[in-house]
């Protein structure tokens, strides 16, 4: 067997092993689509959940703070 007739033999078996992992081009295109939008609202919901966890937060810590103040005023004033 000739160089040439081994590296027709070994395009055609890979030609046929190839085929099961064919995926159509529009179809490619679209799943990469798919992953963008999927990736898009990931870091929107991301971000959503980031903000709301900082919001509560801080809110938390301003209700302590007006909290223990009211508690102090009401220490000075109720005695």
Do not use: P
């Not at 990736?39 to 937060?57: E, L, N, P």
């Amino acid at each position: 067997m000739t160089k040439e007739e081994l590296q027709l033999a070994i395009q055609e078996v890979m030609r046929n092993e190839m085929k099961s992992f064919y995926v159509e081009r529009e179809q490619h295109y679209q799943d990469h689509c798919f992953i963008k939008d999927l990736r898009i609202t990931r870091d929107r919901i991301t971000s959503t959940a980031t903000k709301t966890a900082v919001g509560s937060i801080i809110v938390a810590v301003l209700t302590l703070i007006v909290w223990g103040a009211a508690t102090w005023v009401k220490g000075l004033f109720g005695k």
